[in-house]
């Protein structure tokens, strides 16, 4: 399982940092996160089946500060969650799925 070594929350810009423990740096956007939730409940969205799939800017609207964070949380040491402002605090995210989930070129391509 990777690990991360720092993890930076930047509320100001809504964007999360993690260095990992290979050195590798991966910087998440919070709406890209929100929209990753693993949680049950967004499965739809995730799947397309949800509203997101087809129009993301229409549910972003729909639901206010969707991305916005007020809390983030350590969890049990494999995983952080996040409190976003929308209510929802289901999603917990464990390092293997952030690592998946990592936006940059390099790993954007080995997961095609
Ligand atoms: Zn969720
Ligand atoms: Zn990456």
Not at 4 to 15: F, G
Not at 16 to 39: K, N
Not at 61 to 69: D, K, Q, S
Request: proline share 6%; charged share 20%; net charge negative.
């Amino acid at each position: 399982m990777p690990k991360p070594q720092k993890i930076i929350v930047d509320l100001e810009n809504r964007a999360l940092q993690i260095t990992w423990h290979d050195q590798h740096v991966s910087i998440y956007d919070f709406t890209a996160l929100r929209r990753a939730c693993p949680c049950a409940e967004c499965q739809p969205w995730k799947e397309g089946i949800g509203e997101w799939g087809k129009s993301p800017e229409k549910v972003l609207r729909a639901v206010g500060e969707l991305g916005a964070v007020s809390d983030v949380t350590p969890v049990g040491g494999y995983a952080i969650q996040f409190h976003w402002q929308d209510g929802h605090t289901f999603g917990i995210y464990d390092w293997d799925y952030l690592r998946e989930l990592c936006p940059c070129a390099d790993c954007t391509a080995q997961s095609q």
